[in-house]
């Protein structure tokens, strides 16, 4: 899989470090995807996302005005029906669909980066291996 990423933009490590990160998102099932994908997402950005319920709403939303609460909804990208919320730096309300944000996170780069650096096994020992493996695939046309 690495091999797909000779290209310039890739060094011998990068590709396999790019590779394990698109087979570590392979494998994973969409709830677990999204638990890290929160977990990034509040450590990195300070984002916290919540299931969009009613208990949550309550709960997040009970140290505001009616008022301010409409302002949040307008002025947001807030749909009742969509799976989970946040409260943005603007201090508005945006929801977000499952598929959205399963979405996203299997585009997120940054994201890709963070789980193979804090959620995989990989040392060095298995990168000086696959690095040999890699330039053989690579000798061999792959």
């Not at 994973?28 to 709403?57: A, C, G, H, I, T």
């Not at 947001?76 to 989970?84: K, L, P």
Request: aromatic fraction near 18%; charge should be negative; proline fraction near 1%.
């Amino acid at each position: 899989m690495a091999t797909q990423y000779d290209d310039f933009a890739h060094s011998t490590d990068g590709a396999i470090m790019e590779a394990l990160g698109d087979e570590i998102l392979e494998n994973m099932y969409d709830d677990e995807l999204l638990q890290l994908w929160f977990e990034f997402r509040s450590e990195r950005y300070n984002e916290y996302y919540y299931e969009l319920d009613n208990d949550n709403l309550d709960s997040c939303l009970s140290s505001y005005e009616p008022n301010e609460i409409v302002r949040m909804t307008l002025a947001g990208d807030f749909h009742y029906c969509d799976d989970y919320f946040i409260i943005n730096d603007y201090e508005n309300l945006e929801s977000f669909s499952d598929y959205r944000l399963l979405e996203e996170a299997r585009k997120d780069d940054e994201f890709k980066t963070w789980l193979t650096d804090e959620k995989s096994d990989w040392d060095m020992d298995w990168l000086e291996e696959t690095r040999k493996q890699y330039l053989a695939y690579l000798k061999e046309g792959y």
